[in-house]
T-cell receptor, first 110, second 114 residues
Framework: RKEVEQDPGPFNVPEGATVAFNCTYS??????FFWYRQDCRKEPKLLMS???SGNEDGRFTAQLNRASQYISLLIRDSKLSDSATYLC???????????FGGGTRVLVKP | SAVISQKPSRDICQRGTSLTIQCQVD?????MFWYRQQPGQSLTLIAT?????????ESGFVIDKFPISRPNLTFSTLTVSNMSPEDSSIYLC???????????FGPGTRLTVL
């Protein structure tokens, strides 16, 4: 079993709609989590950090459920520019090592 | 956030040769890392580049194949040695200010081995 698992998608989302997807992790010792977005042929860029139960930044909301060991990302009022691969990342107890999920592809269509 | 640059941005190499990739950060950072991203897949950590000492390699990666240098707090190199077509991938440099800060990435080096 992979340490961080994601639904690869794609999630086809009408422009203006809301989309949400989850990421599950197996290492209960993971200290913190991140969502990165990666555009085609580009490097990952940090979208949000999740240190406690959740975080909200504009149209993006991340929630952490430690009991069930999953993190969710919700995107409201989807824009065409939100089309990307969203990477779920955990940071272990050692503090510096990141483990990446396989990514969830989101396609926002007009 | 730190600004990270990598050179070269891409290269096409013959099997059996070696390529050294450079990573430069615009500010001093505590941690630097090297990742590989194969086509259609996510990032896999190769090693942590330690300043002034040998890199810390992840399972499946060895120093003879991927020697790493980190002479100071802003610069690191990764060499892909004795390349084979299976080494064709994107190699990314990552950096963070400390063990507990977010990590940022360079633009990547796209390597094709013929």
């Amino acid at each position: 079993r992979k340490e961080v698992e994601q639904d690869p998608g794609p999630f086809n989302v009408p422009e203006g709609a809301t989309v949400a997807f989850n990421c599950t992790y197996s290492n209960s010792a993971s200290q913190s989590f991140f969502w990165y977005r990666q555009d085609c042929r580009k490097e990952p860029k940090l979208l949000m950090s999740v240190y406690s139960s959740g975080n909200e930044d504009g149209r993006f909301t991340a929630q952490l459920n430690r009991a069930s060991q999953y993190i969710s990302l919700l995107i409201r009022d989807s824009k065409l520019s939100d089309s990307a691969t969203y990477l779920c990342v955990s940071r272990g107890a050692a503090g510096n090592k990141l483990t990446f999920g396989g990514g969830t592809r989101v396609l926002v269509k007009p | 956030s730190a600004v990270i640059s990598q050179k070269p941005s891409r290269d096409i190499c013959q099997r059996g040769t070696s390529l050294t990739i450079q990573c430069q950060v615009d500010s001093q950072v505590t941690m630097m890392f090297w990742y590989r991203q194969q086509p259609g897949q996510s990032l896999t950590l190769i090693a942590t580049a330690n300043q002034g000492s040998e890199a810390t390699y992840e399972s499946g990666f060895v120093i003879d194949k991927f020697p790493i240098s980190r002479p100071n707090l802003t610069f690191s190199t990764l060499t892909v040695s004795n390349m084979s077509p299976e080494d064709s991938s994107i190699y990314l440099c990552g950096a963070s200010g400390s063990s507990y800060n977010e990590q940022f990435f360079g633009p990547g080096t796209r390597l094709t081995v013929l």
